[in-house]
């Protein structure tokens, strides 16, 4: 079975446009979440979709917005992106919804702001 | 509002010898409990996790944790470590049902070093 796919792997923007990732999770898998990795903060987390809806968002501002379609597949958008946007996105999926099940990650979109 | 910590920043060990990492959680209620690895220029990969049952769980590659309640502690262990587990390991909690959906908290990450 695939596993989660992440497009594109890298990316370079300037600061102030926008950016869309996108994600593929694994066959079956109706729940994906999306995190950012920064050498300073960590791994957060961004917010959830399952059946295109929002179930769950982390403390991101306004500009990380995110949907998922109805395939499962799911996109994030970040717009008037900032310097410190410069990090790795991670998208994982999951089979078990609610019920706190183990998530499978993707390989990362690096973006980098300059 | 859950929190993970990680007592170590980076573990440096020889092959052969024995490994504990350190994990503590902050969360009165039911958790489940996951490691995860990174190995380097690899994506996240999960190594074990905890639901209920046993509180000792074996994972991958050798791999295993023991969760205690009472200390909210989910320490990873390997009896003898490779050159090739160098990787980074993070310790993460969620909580079933409620509102937490689809998120997982997670620690600051371990840095290990294996030294062949």
Known sequence: ?114 | AQSVSQHNHHVILSEAASLELGCNYSYGGTVNLFWYVQYPGQHLQLLLKYFSGDPLVKGIKGFEAEFIKSKFSFNLRKPSVQWSDTAEYFCAVTTPGGTSYGKLTFGQGTILTVHP
């Open chain 1, 1 to 114: 079975k695939a596993g989660v796919t992440q497009t594109p792997r890298y990316l370079i923007k300037t600061r102030g446009q926008q950016v869309t990732l996108s994600c593929s999770p694994i066959s079956g898998h109706r729940s994906v979440s999306w995190y950012q990795q920064t050498p300073g903060q960590g791994l957060q987390f961004l917010f959830e979709y399952f059946s295109e809806t929002q179930r769950n968002k982390g403390n991101f501002p306004g500009r990380f917005s995110g949907r998922q379609f109805s395939n499962s597949r799911s996109e994030m958008n970040v717009s008037t992106l900032e310097l410190g946007d410069s990090a790795l996105y991670l998208c994982a999926s999951s089979l078990l919804t609610g019920t706190g099940g183990e998530q499978y990650f993707g390989p990362g979109t690096r973006l980098t702001v300059t």
